[in-house]
């Protein structure tokens, strides 16, 4: 049953693992088929140069296992963002290092580039979610209340979380993240510490796409 969402979820599972946001089995994919509710997320402890289609598993909203292994010990994180957020089907978790540092400092990710005018953030700036213990719901409950503001999101003393409306997205974003992670780390060191000029939350209001370009495509 939903061999194409699975498909996409080892697709993800191994770009995420090859491009190294994802290392030593951390981190996992999700993804929603909205009508039927069911999903699709990565098995608990597979080497995702491993992971076949097969172990992908299929979990309905009661937390049953229909198809595949052990799911992710983060299942209900994922549930709680899905139903925090209707508007996205895919997750990517990742425990990525540049951002994994920010987070372990409870430290969001200042609106200091203009490239975070393209995302939807918590007035420009990537957030972080209270730490809890990874697994529970309390974790579930302060990330999905995170993700209801900002697609990209830092958890506290653990490392990020990112939706989109397919794996595609929620995999650019949750590689965005460690890249202005990246970007925030250089400017700090060669600032002395001190963050440059920010943009304010107007800033962010006010862009809008170019409407002199006419799409007639
Ligand atoms: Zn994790």
Redesign the pocket.
């Known amino acids: 049953m939903l061999e194409t969402l699975k498909e996409e979820v080892v697709r993800i599972a191994k770009k995420a693992q090859n491009t190294g946001l994802c290392k030593h089995k ?3 994919v999700s993804c929603i088929d909205r009508e039927s509710g069911l999903i699709c997320i990565t098995p608990s402890g597979v080497d995702r140069d491993y992971l076949t289609v097969d172990q992908v598993c299929v979990i309905d909203r009661d937390l049953h296992v229909l198809e595949g292994g052990k799911p992710s010990s ?1 299942t209900l994180m994922h549930i709680a963002c899905y139903d925090a957020r209707e508007d996205i089907n895919a997750i990517v ?1 990742t ?1 990525s290092a540049m951002a994994s540092a920010f987070a372990c400092l409870n430290r969001p990710i200042p609106s200091f580039i203009f490239e975070l005018f393209v995302f939807h953030l918590d007035n420009g700036m990537i957030p972080v979610a209270p730490y809890a213990l ?1 697994g529970t719901t309390e974790l579930a409950k302060n990330v999905a209340e995170t993700v209801k503001r900002s697609d990209l999101v830092l ?1 506290e003393r ?2 990020t979380i990112a939706v989109g409306k397919d794996l595609s997205e929620a995999f650019e974003n949750a590689d965005y993240i460690e890249e202005l992670a990246r970007i925030y780390y250089t400017i700090l060191t060669l600032n002395n510490g001190q963050d440059p000029k920010l943009f304010t939350p107007e800033d962010f209001r006010k862009w809008k796409y170019p409407s002199q370009i006419k799409n007639e495509g």
């Open positions: 951390a981190g996992n983060e978790h425990h990874p958890m653990h490392g």
